[in-house]
Each structure stands twice: as C-alpha cells, then as structure tokens.
C-alpha cells in the first residue's frame, strides 16, 4: 500500500511534540493539534482559503487575537476560526507568535471539539 502524502504544513506541529497531551488528527486531509483535549490549529495545504494556519477559536475572542497577532484574519469559509495564508508574507512569523500562544496555554485558543456521533442500527430510518 502506498504511503499518505504528508502534509507540507505539518512541520507547525512539530512545535507541541514534547507537549504531554498533544495529538495530531486527520481532519478533511488536514492536520489538526489537539492539547489538552481542546482543538488549537489545523494545517492546512490544500487549495485556497484551505492553504494555511487555521486557528480554533470562538468569535468573541478575535478582535483581541488579531489586536496580538495582526497577520490573523477571519477564515473566509469558516467563520468562527482565524487563519493565515501560506502565501501571507508573514505567514511564518505568524505561525510562531500562534504556536507560543498555543504553548502558553492562551485561554484565547482551543475549542472543545464536538463529540462524534456513533451510528447504531436503532437510528437508522426503519429499524
């Protein structure tokens, strides 16, 4: 069986390797860090706007995090999280203030990642 391309963003998560409770998931081809049990960054190198660093996050807490760290925006897609660009000039300096943040434990970053819903044969129409 071949081996799955990896992702040229991966490297981001590098960064929380030594970290306990850090761990990497796959999410829609992406790479996504949890710690601490709360979803932080996803990386992302698929085509635009999925190409970059998105940021998990509420919406009342990015005007503060834009304020810190100005090369954030709003996901154009996904409203409720911040992101940069891999073509961003700052892209990579952006990527390191997110990461200190992230390793700060910044109550700004992380969502509670919602629970996956199990498919049994009692909810299947009919049965």
């Known amino acids: 069986m071949p081996?799955?391309?990896?992702?040229?963003?991966?490297?981001i998560l590098d960064a929380f390797e030594r970290e306990p409770t850090f761990i990497s998931k796959r999410m829609f081809g992406c790479d996504a860090a949890y710690l601490d049990g709360l979803i932080c960054l996803v990386a992302a190198d698929?085509?635009?706007?999925?190409?970059?660093?998105l940021v998990c996050t509420s919406k009342e807490r990015h005007a503060a995090l834009i304020e810190d760290v100005p090369g954030l925006r709003q996901h154009?897609?996904?409203?409720?999280?911040?992101?940069v660009p891999q073509d961003d000039p700052a892209f990579e300096d952006t990527v390191e203030q997110v990461t200190a943040l992230v390793l700060a434990r910044d109550p700004r970053i992380g969502v509670e990642p919602k629970p996956r819903r199990?498919?049994?044969?009692s909810e299947l129409p009919g049965a």
């Open 3 to 11: 081996s799955a391309i990896r992702n040229s963003l991966a490297w």
């Open 46 to 53: 698929r085509t635009p706007p999925w190409n970059g660093l």
């Open 76 to 83: 154009p897609d996904l409203g409720k999280w911040l992101y």
């Open 118 to 121: 199990r498919r049994g044969k």
